[in-house]
């Protein structure tokens, strides 16, 4: 969960994601954009991710990131 | 030998005979087990031109040297024949409790052979071996004969049926296990069938020879606690395989109506949080796994049970036909499970059904009056039943997408949307030729599991056709497999990230023998290049033709959905051929050359 503080928003990709953070798991990030618009920023390709959760709730990626979100991201990897 | 049970245990039901030899150490040393036994014993015992349904077909179920050890996934094992769907090569790939139980009664491989005047059960309890009368267990669903087999002989007992549907001649029959989980494609349950083999009971108590105990103890935990401290198990465990549906209809992927489109407007109550909260009661393993994909469900609308849908099920039974209500979809599952039929064929013959009707090319006269349409439950589960019996319009779907098509013409091939024969599993490649060669050159037909390249198409460019893109396929096809030829389970590989090279030091504490997964890419070749030969040898005038996709991925794109209006170009279709059999040294006919064979190891095979 949110390892800085509850008004923090974090992102933390999960596996092969973290390569668009630098290596780094939880990053912060601003709220009140989409988690779509938070892709295009960083320059993750949302095609290759498959899930999202807010606060361990799976959401799409039209959702609005709220202060204090703990955003968490996961590639698809090799299927079945 | 240290990592196998030791023997090989042939069954001829005509003389209701059984030999034991062992496990041959050369075989172990360029096979290895599991899908690499099945694919050696197959090309070398089987004599050429056997009609899949005679006597003279083979089926061999093979573990690999990992299964029934504690090393994560070694649960799985391979069932091989010729395959009455295609005329070529199968190979069932299945998860649950038996490989284990077989390993214990100190046998890696069981080949059956020959026929049986009547329906028999084989029953195998460490030495003890039997053929058993099955006139009771005859026409029983799966689930019935297989409660009836634990009932008479114990629940430590596991077992393998088949269903009405392999009885009756179904060409993409299946064989059940551990109440759902399946050897699905390509019709093994249907040669059993007509071999009237109805079911297979294993428990055994023996130990499995290790090479060295202390490093076994050692990499099976550390691979182990790699799944433990993965960040995906938890979304994995929860979600399963479903995990992808709602990538797939993002991307346009999903399989929707027949392959038309590759997006479906009812998708998102087919994705995995709703199956979730909706029907999920809980979650389910093979044996030795720490991140459990099954998900046993319970369908409150029709008071029944199944373990399952999983992807390929949800998309080929349900977007595919039309349906966006997942205990509509999930019980299409259970009928198939308890009857005896692979889904993802099921729900490519029912597709091509509907689309044929829409287009006039079937009618009322030939559907035994029924009005097929997308959308229509009650359609999906009559026509699965006529499968399963082959009952009027049913017998015709039985044969598969390709015969079916050839048997009626007016076109009909044109919506059979299928490779060598077999019904492509679920995912819409209209714009995703990595995924497209994939399916192109599976070595058992359309089959996604050997090479699932489709997010590589995402990464690098859906529509780009270089000669990376075929090399990754390549690399696929050789490496993914071998989790097959291990009996072990490639999810935690696939879905957590467990560093693969964390199995080399398990495998080889286990067997005793070094082998990098270099080493092992070239067994993966090696078996590869064999199915390939096999192929040819069974099919007269086997070239290129047979590794052309469904036309609808290069002459129809899709009207709706992400990929609306995409689509492969022909010449591209041709182009990735040609490098793909370039890079793997085989002609422009896709057969390979002499060279390659001998270096591969394969010199015994040059004609």
Redesign the interface.
Known sequence: MNLLNNKTTILHPIGLLRQYTKGISDIEIEPDQTVDDLFQKLGIPSQIVALVLANKTVVPKVYKIRQGDYIEIMAVLGGG | MDGYGGSILRVNLTNQSFTKTPTPEEMARNYIGGRGFGAYLLYKELKKGVNPLDPENKVIISSGPISGLMIPGAGKMDWTTKSPLTGGYASASLGGMLTAELKYAGIDTIIVEGASIKPVYLFIENNTIELKDAADLWGKGTFECEKMLKERHGEEFQIAVIGPAGENGVLYAHVNHDFGRQAGRGGVGTVLGAKRLKAIVIRGTKSIPVADLEAYKKSGMSLYKACKDA??LK?WQT?G?T??V??CD??GALPTRNFSAGSFEGGKTLY??VMREQIVVTDKGCFGCPSPCGKYSYMKRYDTRVEGP???TIGMLGSNLGLPDIQDVAEANRLCDDLGIDTISTGGVISWAIECFQRGILTTDDTDGLILKYGDPNIVFSLIRKIAGKEGFGALLALGTKKASQKIGKGSDRYAIQVKGMEQSAYATHNATAMLLAYMTCDVGAH??RA?A??YD??VGRDKVVPEKVAKVIWFQNF?PMFDVLGAC??Q???L?IERDLYCPALEAITGVNRSWKDLEKVGARIWNLTRLFWIRENEGFDRKWDMPARRFYEDAPESGTTKGQITKPEDVQKLLDMYYEQRGWDTNGIPKKETLIELGLGEFVE
Do not use: D, F, M, Q
Request: glycine content about 6%; aromatic content about 16%; hydrophobic content about 35%.
């Open positions: 960040e995906g979304p979600y395989t995990i992808v709602s990538w993002e991307v995995g949080p999983e992807y390929e996604h599991n699932w489709i997010t995402l990464a993914r490639r999810l590989w696939v879905e990230s």
